[in-house]
């Protein structure tokens, strides 16, 4: 989607610099994670370090070296800038995304939205889970109520993986990673820590609920507004929601599993199919409600 030129950015909502490690596992772990876990199938063992939603690094034995958040932000004031530039359209794309569940959680889960930062570093970084880097992808971490993002992602997102490259594209990865902090605000994350993998499991339930969050978002986005009650978001397009359809394709197990080892195995799956990835964001963005995103009481992913 495109931003408002004129729409101002609050650069408070994000920040450079990690937490401290205090343990916990990384929800919504990307196309990093969903590789580390195939290679693990490849050559044995799981070189995750802990299973399926868990840390992929052991923060007891990794250092984390190369921390080269930014904290200057300074480049990113208004929506002409998002447009231009992936850690701004990051930051407006968190704006919109906080400023719609501050309004629709209380009236539609009456659940009061407690705002969440995001740390946009390059390279890596420490988070209350463990080491961020550019090989897990962005993550929610529940510890700390973080989201962490390598704003490098996006690129791979499109020369890796398949996505076209559009806005809503990347928005729907930062919309997808918030969607993961309404579900611990509500306490339903704590459902996908299950350790189990595979089509069905808790985990996948949990990152299907967060794509469909995300579409609930979009069908809302061109109605937030910025600190001085601008929109942010010019209406949404047909080609904005392919755009975003594309990016939950290219990251389905399935998809990820074929192009990089030439063999799907639904067993090991831990974020769902592409089918399903697009079947539930479209869920959310045609029903326009956090009730529409109820994946624990199907077994219709």
């Known amino acids: 989607m495109t931003f408002n030129e004129g729409a101002d950015l609050d650069t408070s909502q994000v920040t450079g610099g990690g937490g401290g490690v205090r343990g916990g596992a990384v929800i919504g772990g990307g196309a990093g994670t969903i590789i580390l ?4 199938l490849i050559f044995g063992g799981d070189i995750t370090g802990g299973g399926t939603g868990a840390n992929p690094f052991d923060p007891g034995q990794v250092q984390a070296g190369g921390d080269t958040s930014t904290t ?7 929506g002409a800038d998002a447009n231009r530039d992936d850690t701004c359209r990051i930051i407006g794309t968190v704006n919109s995304v906080q400023a719609y569940w501050r309004d629709a959680l209380p009236a539609d889960v009456q659940r009061q939205y407690q705002d969440a930062k995001t740390v ?16 897990t992808g962005p993550f929610y971490c529940p510890s700390d109520q973080r989201v962490y993002i390598d704003a490098s992602f996006f690129d791979e997102l499109t020369s890796r993986f398949g ?9 729907y990865v930062v ?14 994350l704590a459902k996908g820590q299950d350790g189990k993998t595979g089509p069905l499991s808790g985990g996948v339930r949990i990152e299907l609920m967060a794509d469909c969050m995300a579409g609930v978002w979009a069908n809302h986005a061109a109605t937030t507004k910025d600190a001085n009650g601008d929109t942010l978001l010019k209406p949404i397009t047909d080609e904005d929601v392919k755009s975003a359809l594309s990016a939950a ?6 998809h990820i599993q074929e192009s990089s080892t030439g063999r799907v195995n639904q067993e090991s799956w831990t974020h769902g199919s592409s089918e399903s990835r697009q079947k539930w964001f479209l869920a959310g963005y045609n029903g326009g409600t956090v009730n529409q995103c109820d994946t624990f009481s199907t077994d219709d992913l």
């Open 175 to 188: 919309a997808h990673e918030y969607g993961h902090h309404v579900e611990n605000l509500l306490g339903i």
């Open 37 to 40: 876990l195939i290679l693990g």
């Open 72 to 78: 200057d932000f300074s480049q990113c004031k208004t």
């Open 163 to 171: 996505a076209d490259g559009g806005a809503l594209a990347q928005e």
């Open 249 to 254: 394709a290219a990251v389905g197990d399935d």
């Open 120 to 135: 946009i570093y390059s390279g890596s970084t420490q988070s209350a889970c463990g080491v961020a880097s550019n090989a």
